[in-house]
């Protein structure tokens, strides 16, 4: 004998409402590649410092990390209020 789970909220046969959201957001997407520019963005300034490159490079490569570092902190500040 199967019994129904205490915990889940919605009845698994259940049809969705015809007006429920398609699952992932514009804001998903976009904190999905601030983080990705982020992890890139760091390796890349790790690499050009192992590889001895010019101090633009670093720069660059730095500028990008933390303006997408600061729209993800600031995006997730918005959110919470």
């Known amino acids: 004998m199967t019994h129904p789970n205490p915990h ?3 009845d698994p046969a259940a049809d969705p409402p015809a007006d429920a959201p ?3 957001s514009r804001g998903d997407v976009l904190r999905s590649v601030l983080w990705a520019v982020v992890v890139v963005s760091t390796v890349a300034n790790m690499a050009a ?3 001895g490159a ?3 490079v670093h720069l660059l490569c730095g500028g990008v990390t933390v303006l997408c570092a600061g729209t993800l902190v600031v ?3 918005r959110g919470h209020k």
Do not use: H, P
């Open 54 to 56: 010019r101090t633009w």
């Open 8 to 10: 889940r909220l919605t």
């Open 49 to 51: 410092s192992f590889g």
């Open 75 to 77: 995006r997730n500040l």
């Open 22 to 24: 398609s699952g992932v």
